[in-house]
């Protein structure tokens, strides 16, 4: 069972980390679990990134065929692009790419 999983989904997930940040608290107990913030905060983002969901703060990057330079940079997921039609031409960027500033090229096999 995954950490989401363990906290009792995504959006009792969430509400923890939000309460952890209120309370300027590092630590979240649920029952016999104990786990610190930053694992929380990976955990939600690897189950956005599994589940293609985006939240404000997000780092995104053109999903297929990127055609300007533009399209190579690293966008940040504002309040005004959640639900709104070119979310389904993002996808979250990769820790790679977040490191390296940019989309990175997938090599493709053919």
């Known amino acids: 069972m995954d950490l989401i999983e363990q906290l009792g989904g995504y959006e009792r997930a969430k509400d923890g980390l939000h309460r952890l940040k209120l309370e300027k608290k590092d630590l979240l107990t649920c029952g016999d679990l104990i786990v610190v913030e ?5 955990a939600l983002l690897e189950y956005r990134r599994q589940h293609n969901i985006f939240e404000v703060g997000d780092k ?13 940079v690293i966008l940040t997921v504002e309040q005004e692009h959640i639900g709104k039609w070119y979310m389904s031409a993002w996808r979250h960027a990769t820790d790679a790419e977040i490191k390296a500033g940019k989309r990175l090229e997938v090599k493709s096999e053919n």
């Open 38 to 42: 930053s694992e929380i905060d990976a």
């Open 60 to 72: 995104v990057v053109v999903k297929d065929h990127p055609f300007w330079p533009e399209d190579y």
